[in-house]
């Protein structure tokens, strides 16, 4: 299976801030990466597909970009609203695996 | 617009056998591809397996082979996910969730709301 690898596992950050979390693929998976959005207690949340299309209805401070085995989300201008789990996932196999999570945490 | 309803939570001995269910409304589900996915608590999401329409099979992740049966009943709109043989590692949320495309890209989108399975003896 293709492995999904994320960094940073966990962050601290303040409203207003612009941060990015990576994902790395064991191998290339061209540009079937999606990200999600997972708080607490809720299911998670599709953001980002195709690594760069943005889901309909999700702010446009959000984005993502990359290919091959590199991939970033970037979120301009933190929201309380976005302290949350973050989470990548291949798409590029049938075998649909996902990164372990990036937990965005209030500084 | 489509939603997924799941089965009540469920409390499991070692050993035994659980079977979730998530019924699909607002599509028709031969149209669709139900996958599961798992969360243990304060861990991460796990992908255990769906129906991939392309190859018309059922695919399951490696570490779940053998013991978990995904299953779609079109006639009810209905996905089911059993696994055997549980122990207290299996304890999760289990989520189903549809496999979505626009040519070429998928995505799972939308999730059923969980299911709570605890294994305890």
């Known amino acids: 299976d293709i492995q999904m690898t994320q960094s940073p596992s966990s962050l601290s950050a303040s409203v207003g801030d612009r941060l990015t979390i990576t994902c790395r693929a064991s191998q290339s998976i061209a540009r079937y990466l999606n990200w999600y959005q997972q708080k607490p207690g809720k299911a998670p949340n599709l953001l980002i597909y195709g690594a760069s299309s943005l889901q309909s209805g999700v702010p446009s401070r959000f984005s993502g970009g990359g290919s091959g085995t590199d991939f970033t989300l970037t979120i301009s201008g933190l929201q309380p609203e976005d302290f949350a789990t973050y989470y990548c996932?291949?798409?590029?196999?049938?075998?649909?695996?996902f990164g372990q999570g990036t937990k965005v945490e209030i500084k | 617009q489509v939603q997924l309803l799941q089965s009540g939570a469920e409390v499991k001995k070692p050993g035994a056998s659980v079977k979730v269910s998530c019924n699909v409304s607002g599509y028709i589900l031969t149209e669709l591809s139900i996958h599961w996915v798992r969360q243990a608590p304060g861990k991460g999401l796990e992908w255990m397996g769906g129906f991939d329409p392309e190859d018309g099979e059922t695919i399951y992740a490696q570490k779940f082979q053998g013991r978990v049966t995904i299953t779609e009943d079109t006639s009810t709109d209905t996905g089911h996910m059993e696994l055997t043989s549980l122990s207290s590692e299996d304890t999760a949320v289990y989520y189903c969730?549809?496999?979505?495309?626009?040519?070429?890209?998928?995505?799972?989108?939308?999730w059923g709301q969980g299911t709570l399975v605890i294994v305890s003896s």
């Open positions: 969730v549809l496999d979505r495309h626009l040519v070429p890209f998928n995505w799972f989108d939308p």
């Open positions: 996932q291949q798409t590029y196999s049938n075998r649909r695996t």
